[in-house]
């Protein structure tokens, strides 16, 4: 009996040892397979911290900081977006949200085409523009959400169009500013690779450059620190997207995102602005953020030293702005960080922001245009006694490049109003 059940023993040993053989060696296959597969393995890379998520395992506070400011908020899927009605003298535009995403309704001639909005751009801070994604080309929506006014008009270009439509394209150019990496295909107009943007709104890596030696060897010297550029270097960093001027140039076989931090903006694109008057009294009309800054007499004084990191920090909008900067005494200074906070307030570096960058009446809000008028005086001599009522402080302006930023107005407004103030310049 037991020479019979010996056989039968054996077969069951060795079915059991080949069954576990035979899983192994599917579990092998199947780990192959999820490498060699491109669908899996795509979808194993988009569950791995990306973007800004990368940065923040050891810059918490500052990828925190930088998620509440416009940048990081350029451009976005759409959503559910505001209903609303645009007429011009030849059509009807419609925007309404469905369960199949947010459309655009075109009524013109008797006809009626409706387009699905795939992106939003620009943060919405002043306005909001819209793209669409047909096979592979981008294109603008003719309308725009103002929310100053709480409603959709026509978008910058398309005034006084009587039927306007969604055959502008959206090229390299465009995006350059209002988005993290867009997909553009070289040698094209408006043709992008699906999905058009590998990172939608502006990362950390826009200023700081690529990350990936940094992550690899995470010290001080392999990531780009803009501050501690040469200044033209420095100020290339912004004036990337602040110095809008009156046309852009690329250099022979680059693109715009050629350009990297640490690098001059001319070794990619030039930008031309029109010039200067020489009389530094004389009106002209400012158009962007660097213009102005340039312009101001403190630029010109601090030899290099003064730039927009001077005082705007993208990781440190704070969480209360309104309080933070007193935004009913110096509505100029909505946006900026200031870097000397004196008694718990911002009362040096507001007066010196009203000195540096002079108010503009804006002529028209628009998605892709802030400042379009011309300086207009600041109301410095008013605004500043309600904040310094009742504020004792002591300011040494000899201390770095302070003495040269403060104006006599701003001096003597401070002496005047505050209750206790000792200025030592």
Not at 320 to 335: D, H, S, T
């Amino acid at each position: 009996m037991a020479l019979k059940r010996t056989p039968l023993l054996l077969l069951v040993v060795l079915s059991v040892l080949l069954s576990n053989v035979s899983s192994g060696r599917e579990q092998s296959i199947n780990v192959n397979a999820v490498h060699s597969d491109p669908q899996i393995s795509t979808l194993q890379l988009l569950s791995e911290p990306a973007g800004a998520s990368r940065c923040k395992f050891c810059h918490r506070s500052e990828v925190e900081g930088y998620a509440r400011s416009a940048m990081a908020h350029s451009l976005r899927r759409a959503g559910r977006e505001p209903d609303g009605t645009v007429k011009t003298p030849d059509s009807k535009i419609t925007m309404y949200s469905s369960p199949t995403g947010y459309w655009q309704r075109l009524q013109s001639g008797g006809d009626a085409t409706n387009y699905r909005i795939d992106y939003v751009i620009g943060s919405g801070n002043h306005a909001s523009g819209y793209l669409l994604d047909l096979a592979g080309h981008l294109f603008q929506s003719p309308v725009a959400y103002y929310k100053s006014r709480h409603a959709y008009d026509l978008a910058p270009g398309y005034e006084g169009l009587p039927n306007p439509d969604f055959t502008r394209p959206i090229a390299e150019g465009c995006l350059f500013c209002h988005s993290g990496t867009a997909s553009y295909i070289s040698g094209t107009l408006n043709q992008y690779r699906s999905p058009a943007f590998s990172e939608e709104a502006i990362t950390c890596e826009r200023c700081h450059g690529p990350a990936e030696e940094h992550l690899s060897d995470p010290r001080a010297g392999t990531i780009i620190n803009p501050a501690k550029l040469e200044p033209a270097a420095r100020d290339s960093i912004c004036e990337q997207c602040h110095l809008l001027g009156v046309g852009r140039v690329l250099n022979p076989g680059k693109k715009f995102g050629d350009f990297r931090p640490g690098q001059r903006l001319e070794n990619t694109f030039t930008t031309y602005c029109n010039a200067s008057p020489r009389d530094a009294h004389a009106e002209f009309k400012v158009i962007s953020h660097v213009e102005q800054l340039a312009r101001s007499t403190c630029a010109r004084k601090s030899n290099g030293q003064l730039w927009c990191g001077t005082c705007h920090d993208p990781h440190n909008k704070p969480l209360e702005p309104v309080q933070f900067y007193g935004r009913n005494a110096f509505p100029a200074i909505w946006e900026i960080s200031p870097i000397l906070i004196l008694a718990g307030k911002a009362i040096a570096s507001a007066a010196i922001c009203l000195d540096v960058m002079p108010r503009t009446e804006d002529t028209r809000s628009s998605p892709t245009t802030e400042f379009s008028g011309a300086p207009s005086p600041n109301p410095l001599s008013r605004k500043i006694p309600t904040l310094l009522r009742g504020v004792s402080l002591r300011l040494n302006c000899k201390s770095g490049i302070l003495a040269s930023l403060m104006s006599m107005q701003a001096r003597s407004a401070i002496r005047r109003h505050s209750s206790s103030v000792v200025i030592a310049c």
